[in-house]
């Protein structure tokens, strides 16, 4: 046989060995493992208080004490937690656009001070203004001496401006349509404001955090702001002062949206005259919140992902008030 043809034979021969060799393998190759689709679980969280009478808290009830519903759906497998310890993240968010609150800016900090003196040391603090301007005054900080300086320091002549609130507020109407995209802006300074501030509180870790709004009690929160608003979850304390007025300003229409704000994320309503002395009601607040009952559950896969889902608790005890958080849905849980 000629060298040349034995080179071929060869080669056809290594060919055929290497593609044979190349299909067993293939055919011992397992197959892909099934793709899995992973859904992250969310907890919603709703904070509860229970009144025996107009101001008497309840204490000491249990998980059996309580019922759930999400609409008309009893839910059956929640979570109870009461811990009078559990840190609390709070923030104060005071008008400095408004005459009334300006003359009474002495109140508002004995106020706070009041408030942070019945704190645990855990607890986180802020305070943030708006009006002309919305701005983070004090930092989150659980610094007790640092919270009390930055009040000391605190003047009202700090929040002057020869600028007009309709300029601020074009300003964080066009910032805040370009952060919140599709839902578009709130319609006004004080839910500006409030979505600034709860969107800070959303990033704590603490289930217990609150808002407290300092407020002259006019405000002209719309539907649109009070549905954007209650998304988050978080009770927002309401502390006003009433005013004149008329017509839809009066002193009888005052602090009406603000019931219904703090109604509707289980938070309360402080109605105050330049006669009240304001360390009793930072330390009633502070009081509520720390014994606040917090119920957390699991959504069902049934439940919208992008409707709002009413709330309503219940208590197994004759002869009580409560207040508590109405809804919830799952763009900010």
């Known amino acids: 046989m000629p060298l ?6 060869l080669a056809g021969l290594m060919i055929s060995h290497l593609l044979a060799w190349s299909m067993a393998r293939a055919d011992e190759t397992p197959a892909p493992a099934p793709t899995r689709i992973q859904s992250a679980t969310e907890r919603v969280v709703v904070p509860v208080m229970v009144f025996s009478g107009p101001d008497d808290y309840l204490e000491g009830l249990k998980r059996e004490d309580f019922q759930l519903f999400v609409g008309r759906k009893e839910v059956v497998e929640f979570q109870l937690l009461h811990n009078v310890d559990l840190p609390v993240q709070a923030t104060v968010v005071f008008d400095h656009s408004s005459r009334q609150l300006i003359s009474r800016f002495g109140w508002i900090k004995a106020f706070i001070h009041g408030l942070i003196h019945d704190f645990n ?7 943030a203004t708006f009006g002309y301007q919305y701005a983070v005054v004090q930092p989150p900080t659980d610094d007790r001496y640092e919270i009390s300086e930055t009040l000391n320091n605190l003047h009202p ?7 007009s609130i309709w300029e601020y507020f074009k300003r ?10 599709q839902g578009g802006a709130p319609p006004n300074k004080t839910a500006i404001a409030l979505d600034h501030s709860l969107s800070d509180l959303s990033r704590s870790e603490s289930p217990k955090r609150i808002l407290i709004l300092i407020s002259d009690g006019d405000e002209n929160l719309s539907k649109i702001t009070l549905d954007h608003v209650r998304h988050w979850g978080i009770p927002i304390y309401a502390v006003y002062f009433p005013g004149s007025g008329i017509g839809e300003r009066s002193l009888f229409r005052r ?3 603000l019931e219904k704000l703090a109604a509707e ?21 502070a009081y509520l919140v720390r014994n606040q009952y917090l119920i957390s559950f699991e959504p069902g896969a049934d439940l919208s ?3 709002t889902h009413p709330l309503k608790v219940a208590v197994r005890q ?6 508590f958080r109405k809804s919830f849905r799952f763009s900010h849980e």
Do not use: C, H, Q, W
């Not at 040349?4 to 034979?9: H, L, P």
């Not at 040391?121 to 305070?127: C, G, H, I, K, P």
């Not at 002549?157 to 600028?163: C, L, Q, T, V, Y």
């Not at 004759?318 to 207040?323: F, S």
């Open 157 to 163: 002549r700090m929040f002057a401006s020869e600028r």
């Open 172 to 181: 964080d109407v066009r910032s805040m349509s370009r952060e919140l995209g």
């Open 318 to 323: 004759p002869e009580t008030r409560i207040d």
């Open 255 to 257: 602090g009406e949206n």
């Open 121 to 127: 040391y855990e607890d986180v603090f802020s305070l």
């Open 265 to 285: 994320t289980g938070g309360k309503v402080f109605n105050v005259s330049s006669v009240i002395e304001p360390e009793p009601i930072g330390r009633r607040i």
């Open 4 to 9: 040349r043809e034995a080179k071929y034979i």
């Open 305 to 307: 992902r992008t409707k």
